[in-house]
């Protein structure tokens, strides 16, 4: 990791930068896959999954037989440790539900808003070098919760054309039936326009590469919702001298083995927290199983000093990360001058990696600085707020001059008829 010496404010804008490819880089790609799709269905689909995943299948669809299976080939120690990830996040996802707001306005006019699901909803579980089973419990949990119809889930097979136990396991045991083996750009095509097995949906969910995240920002264009850019995993630890550099080491690593593109970042206002916490990452990659996809994430990631708190705030919130771990004697003012982050994993003994697996909360979160305006995935992402509204005709006695005057204003006389005429019939 290279390390960067109070470095100038002039410098902040490269040092904010991810090592990820720009839009225009990848577009063309993804627009052709989505024509291909949008013509093509089914046919273009395996296409593409011969090309990218190295898979003939004959169906995408998961039998009932391969789920069995697949349960069978998960241990009972595995099982056991998921259904405490499971217990935890829909105790806190179930925290999150709200009661109907409702709210008399004026006199005779009631207003109230109830929240109703989205009925289709596709989740997107990446596969390749690490089936991120962890992802089906972070997004299956609140669909369930939230009372979504239709929930349709895709992840990329493998070269014999299966999806890794592991995630068919916990799709059933979140009750997902509908499991579609196709996996990157085609996989956000189908669940767009919808083909003879992939069912068209109204908002997709889910982590992803590069090459997804753009797919996810097409499919916009397309009509369908998408929960948030999720693109390649980022992480910033902000420490000082009290944080212990072995615990902020293996913190970095946890996210630098996701992948090649992953970013993490150690902004400190202690120097010797920044040498000591080199010191232990270079050992502890010695023993990763994933060291060369750590290592070339290690490549392009930085160690940042600071000298003043005020200094290491700015540039957290200026990078507004998707990860942010607060070691620090001073986390009280960190707390409270945060502006943007994703998940914030507070203290020695908070590993960012509590979030990922079991601790409750949501790892699906906005990264590339995106959390300067979106939400991590929670219940109300799989939820429409739909408002209501009551007048009695006292009400809009009470309301109606108010609104003939603004409508008459603006120039919109069919809005001020559609009063002035209920006013007339009750003889005002």
């Not at 990446?126 to 669909?143: D, E, N």
């Not at 010695?286 to 708190?309: D, M, N």
Request: glycine share 6%; aromatic share 6%.
């Amino acid at each position: 990791m290279k390390i960067y010496n109070q470095p100038d404010k002039k410098e902040w804008e490269v040092l904010l930068k991810r090592p990820t490819q720009s839009i225009s880089d990848i577009e063309d790609v993804v627009s052709q896959i989505f024509e291909d799709v949008q013509s093509h269905g089914d046919e273009a689909v395996k296409k593409y999954t011969l090309k990218f995943d190295s898979a003939a299948l004959v169906s995408h669809v998961v039998s009932g037989l391969e789920f069995e299976e697949a349960s069978q080939q998960v241990s009972s120690e595995l099982k056991a440790a998921i259904q405490i990830a499971k217990e935890n996040i829909e105790s806190f996802h179930k925290a999150q539900i709200t009661p109907t707001v409702e709210q008399v306005t004026s006199k005779g006019v009631l207003c109230w808003q109830e929240k109703r699901p989205i009925e289709k909803v596709g989740l997107y579980i990446p596969g390749g070098t690490a089936p991120l089973f962890s992802s089906v419990l972070m997004l299956a949990i609140p669909a369930k919760i939230a009372g979504c119809n239709d929930i349709v889930l895709c992840s990329p097979p493998n070269k014999e054309g299966k999806i890794a136990n592991e995630i068919l396991y916990v799709a059933k045991l979140c009750g997902i039936t509908k499991v579609v083996k196709v996996g990157g750009i085609q996989a956000i095509a189908g669940l767009t326009f919808g083909t003879e097995t992939i069912p068209q949906v109204y908002k997709i969910f889910g982590p992803g590469n590069q090459f997804v995240t753009v797919a996810k920002q097409l499919a916009t264009k397309y009509g369908v919702a998408i929960d948030m850019p999720a693109g390649p995993s980022e992480l910033l630890v902000l420490a000082d001298n009290t944080a212990n550099p072995t615990f902020v080491a293996s913190d970095l690593l946890s996210q630098a083995e996701h992948g090649t593109d992953s970013q993490v970042i150690l902004v400190s206002t202690s120097q010797t927290l920044i040498e000591n916490t080199v010191n232990a990452l270079e050992s502890q990659i010695q023993e990763l199983p994933r060291q060369e996809i750590a290592k070339q994430a290690i490549s392009h990631s930085k160690c940042v000093y600071l000298e003043t708190k005020e200094q290491a705030l700015e540039f957290v919130n200026s990078y507004a990360p998707e990860h942010l771990i607060i070691c620090s004697k001073d986390e009280d003012y960190y707390i409270k001058g945060l502006s943007n982050a994703g998940s914030v994993f507070i203290g020695n003994y908070t590993p960012e990696s509590a979030g990922d697996y079991a601790s409750g909360t949501n790892h699906t979160l906005p990264t590339n600085g995106f959390s300067r305006a979106y939400s991590g995935v929670n219940l109300d992402s799989f939820l429409k707020s739909i408002t209501f509204q009551k007048i009695s005709e006292d009400g809009l006695q009470a309301i109606g001059p108010a609104i003939e005057s603004m409508a008459e204003a603006e120039g919109l006389q069919a809005h001020k008829n559609a009063v002035t005429l209920r006013l007339k019939s009750l003889g005002k």
